[in-house]
């Protein structure tokens, strides 16, 4: 930098003026030519013409130069003759990037060629160019299919392909991208992919990540302090006896829970009241799974039963009776079909209508978890290890050891990481494609007592768990860190369980109630209708027992949180 603050002329494209002297207001770490090309990048996409060139002009840079603005041209236009020789020219990112381009534009080629009906030519494409440029069979199998298409609609239903005068081309050109040199290229939307990366970066460091990363570009994300509110909780108040499970619905509406009082209650979360009480089982229920359109729920319990129930009737639908132990956990696989594994070395998949899909030999299963695209199926046996299935076939992949027995589990929404909970007091976290243990989580207690942990937050950014201490464990999943202690329950913590719609979550106890711990705004704690007087929380846990009116009723009691 000259002592004037200014810049010396740089070298510049061939054809375009000299920069004229200008004052640089601030030195940067970034080469000033890539931040005026993703500029100018930018500028083009947002339709900005004008400012684009003018840009150009006073910069001296520009986005491409003239052989790689001719190849974009030639692949908007179709001229695929002139593609081909450019790609000749091209700076490749590597050197298998070559033929992969140009599949890319062949393929392009042989759809138009189908497109115009002239059938010969685009057979001559697949079976003189494409056949030679991959070794993907069945790629080249789905192509030729292709010329039995009647209609140039149902090409374009085949081929999920929009046609010539669709965005197929700009798509071509998008990918064809990935293989050219960045210095001659830009790399689509830029721009856009380090403000997500920079937004994706903010949000994995941020402490208390439970909201989504809003504030836009101006500033930083950062989540307050403060996980759960400290000044309120809702407790729900209708079981008889200890409360064993509890889950949401996938759209927010419900939280279903099972007690050892042999019966599932349905809650409203609109205004906390009991929607229906489900009675049916003959021994305790301690497992239950929501139907992927919140309407219906499966319900497991030690009377070796499992029994379908209607949310909204609030009616027994069907009893599936096949284990001969206690049920121990149930998965929805879709919308008519269900898994179901327990202490008798019994995995069975049910078809809703009671009858039996496939039955498989296992360890005594303490708990499972199904992917949400249901490929993958994790069973925690009475032991120490976590079995992987392939979920289509029911085939063992492989197994995870942990150092005593694994009570419960849960797998996180992308099905890349999943917590375990251990008899000896331990969560661990582990990297299922790595299978390699990750993280541990600690100062809960746990011993003899089934307690379900969970991943919450946005992105499964927090992992919680109960505790026989009777406190809620929060911890930062990425960390590791313990976020805050929150008292509520008086007595073993059970399970806790996550809602993004509810942006809560719900744990159940061994008081025989529930509690629901809003996360941030938009919760139940900010919702004035649900606030209730907080004298009735001074009552004691016999006084309300004594009260009828409460039994059945929802109340806010104060909580208190300690914060780390």
């Not at 061939?14 to 640089?24: A, D, H, I, K, N």
């Not at 900005?48 to 060139?53: C, E, G």
Request: some cysteine; aromatic content about 8%.
């Amino acid at each position: 930098m000259l002592n004037n603050g200014t810049i010396p002329a740089l070298k510049r494209y061939p054809g375009l003026e000299q920069e004229s002297q200008r004052t640089c207001l601030r030195e940067s770490q970034f080469d000033e030519e890539q931040v005026v090309r993703l500029l100018l990048q930018e500028l083009h996409d947002r339709g900005f013409s004008d400012t684009f060139k003018l840009l150009q002009r006073e910069s001296g840079y520009t986005l491409e130069d003239e052989p790689i603005a001719q190849f974009r041209n030639s692949v908007l236009a179709g001229e695929w003759s002139k593609v081909e020789d450019s790609l000749k020219t091209v700076d490749m990112l590597a050197p298998g990037s070559q033929n992969a381009a140009l599949f890319l534009v062949k393929r392009q080629q042989f759809l138009e060629l189908l497109e115009a009906r002239k059938l010969k030519q685009a057979l001559l494409v697949l079976q003189n160019e494409l056949s030679t440029l991959t070794n993907d069979i069945q790629q080249l199998h789905r192509l030729s299919s292709l010329l039995m298409c009647p209609t140039t609609h149902a090409l374009y239903a085949a081929a999920n392909w929009d046609g010539s005068s669709g965005r197929s081309r700009f798509l071509v050109l998008e990918s064809l991208q990935a293989h050219i040199s960045p210095g001659s290229m830009v790399p689509v939307h830029r721009m856009e992919t380090l403000f997500g990366q920079a937004l994706a970066h903010q949000s994995e460091a941020c402490k208390y990540h439970v909201r989504p990363a809003t504030q836009g570009l101006y500033v930083d994300h950062a989540c307050p302090a403060s996980v759960f509110p400290p000044e309120l909780q809702f407790s729900l108040k209708g079981h008889q006896d200890e409360v064993w499970y509890v889950a949401f619905s996938p759209d927010g509406r419900y939280l279903a829970s099972g007690s050892r009082d042999k019966t599932c209650i349905i809650w409203s979360m609109e205004d906390f009241s009991i929607a229906h009480r489900l009675s049916g089982h003959e021994n305790e229920v301690a497992y239950i799974s929501w139907s992927l359109d919140s309407k219906r729920i499966v319900s497991a319990s030690s009377d070796r039963t499992l029994r379908l129930w209607d949310v909204e009737a609030g009616e027994q639908l069907q009893v599936f009776d096949g284990h001969e132990e206690t049920v121990t956990s149930c998965k929805w696989l879709g919308p008519s079909k269900f898994i179901s594994g327990g202490l008798d070395h019994k995995i069975i998949i049910w078809n809703t209508d009671g009858s039996i899909i496939k039955q498989i030999s296992s360890p005594r299963v303490h708990d499972l978890a199904v992917s949400v695209d249901f490929s993958l199926l994790l069973v925690a046996d009475e032991k120490t290890e976590i079995h992987a299935y392939d979920l289509a076939t029911l085939t063992f992949m492989y197994s995870l050891k942990e150092p005593t027995e694994v009570m419960s589990m849960a797998l996180s929404a992308d099905a890349r990481y999943c917590i375990t909970g251990l008899r000896n007091g331990q969560l661990h976290m582990w990297h299922l494609e790595a299978r390699s243990r990750l993280r541990e989580f600690s100062g809960h207690a746990q011993g003899q007592y089934v307690i379900r942990c969970t991943f919450a937050g946005i992105d499964d950014c927090l992992v919680a768990t109960g505790s026989e201490d009777g406190l809620l464990y929060v911890w930062n999943r990425n960390t590791g860190q313990l976020l805050g202690r929150l008292r509520g329950h008086t007595k073993t913590i059970n399970v806790c369980s996550w809602s993004d719609n509810m942006a809560a979550l719900a744990t159940a106890s061994d008081d025989k109630t529930i509690c629901i711990w809003p996360a941030y705004h938009g919760a139940p704690s900010h919702r004035p209708d649900l606030k209730r007087d907080l004298s009735e929380a001074e009552k004691s846990d016999d006084d309300v027992d004594e009260d009828n009116s409460m039994v059945s009723d929802s109340h806010s009691v104060s909580a208190s949180v300690d914060m780390d």
